[in-house]
């Protein structure tokens, strides 16, 4: 059974740091898309980091420079550094996989063959 878990939400200032964890289980090996959403109280899901299978990265303007993706294929987890932390960052942030094709960040809509995390908060305060 494919699933995902976050972890690594929680509340921060301005200015600080968190790192978000997604392990994956039940995906077999090949291309994919792998990446993170966030979604603040009333707004549209957001699609913000994608990485291939192949490292291929993208970011949405809205955190370019202040977050990293990455992932370690050895043990099926991807991350997201978040520095610099705003206000606005404020959401509940979702992991995601998918098939290819991969689009950019910003027009990643994973299909029928995608699987969702659970979500995990995260809060900034100012």
């Known amino acids: 059974q494919k699933q995902l878990a976050e972890s690594g939400g929680g509340s921060v200032q301005a200015g600080g740091s968190l790192k978000l964890s997604c392990a994956v289980s039940?995906?077999?090996?090949?291309?994919?898309?792998m990446g993170w959403f966030r979604q603040a109280p009333g707004k549209e899901r957001e699609g913000i980091a994608r990485?291939?299978?192949?490292?291929?990265?993208s970011y949405a303007d809205s955190i370019k420079g202040r977050f990293t993706i990455s992932k370690d294929s050895a043990v099926n987890t991807l991350y997201l550094q978040m520095d610099n932390l705003r206000v606005e960052d404020t959401a509940a942030y979702y992991c995601a996989i998918d098939l290819p094709p991969c689009p950019e960040a910003s027009r990643w809509q994973p299909g029928g063959f995608g699987r969702w995390g659970q979500g995990t908060q995260v809060t900034v305060s100012s």
């Open positions: 990485i291939t299978s192949r490292g291929g990265i």
């Open positions: 039940g995906w077999s090996s090949g291309d994919h898309c």
